[in-house]
């Protein structure tokens, strides 16, 4: 299995972008699907999930209500859209998958995603 991230750039503070994940088969159940990030010198951390049985979304306290998780029409594709960019906002954002079913309190847990896409580049000047 393969994701493939797309959307990155560059935005200006107060500014918006929307990444896109979608996986290149279509041949595995999803689970969940979850976008971390990365900055350098720093972890990857958790951004977004959606679990896709229920369809609730989870958000790290730096990006609620600035940050939207979606699930595209497309099977296996998500979208994060991203309003009111900041700085700290910069970092290689990465999509992962769950193809096994997680716990709600695994959902922010890198470990429970079984599969990740490259990394797409996420830069917010000030």
């Known amino acids: 299995v393969q994701l493939q991230a797309s959307g990155g750039g560059l935005a200006q503070a107060g500014g918006s972008l929307r990444l896109s994940c979608a996986a290149s088969?279509?041949?595995?159940?999803?689970?969940?699907m979850a976008w971390f990030r990365q900055s350098p010198g720093k972890d990857r951390e958790f951004v977004a999930a959606?679990?896709?049985?229920?369809?609730?979304?989870y958000y790290h306290d730096s990006v609620k209500g600035r940050f939207t998780i979606a699930r595209g029409n497309v099977k296996n594709t998500v979208f994060l859209q991203m309003n009111s960019l900041k700085p700290e906002d910069t970092a290689v954002y990465y999509c992962?998958?769950?193809?096994?079913?997680?716990?709600?309190?695994?959902?922010?847990?890198?470990?429970?995603?079984?599969?990740w896409g490259q990394g797409t580049q996420v830069t917010v000047s000030s």
């Open positions: 088969t279509q041949s595995f159940r999803t689970y969940a």
């Open positions: 992962g998958t769950a193809i096994r079913p997680i716990s709600e309190e695994c959902t922010d847990v890198r470990r429970a995603y079984d599969f």
């Open positions: 959606l679990n896709w049985r229920g369809e609730r979304a």
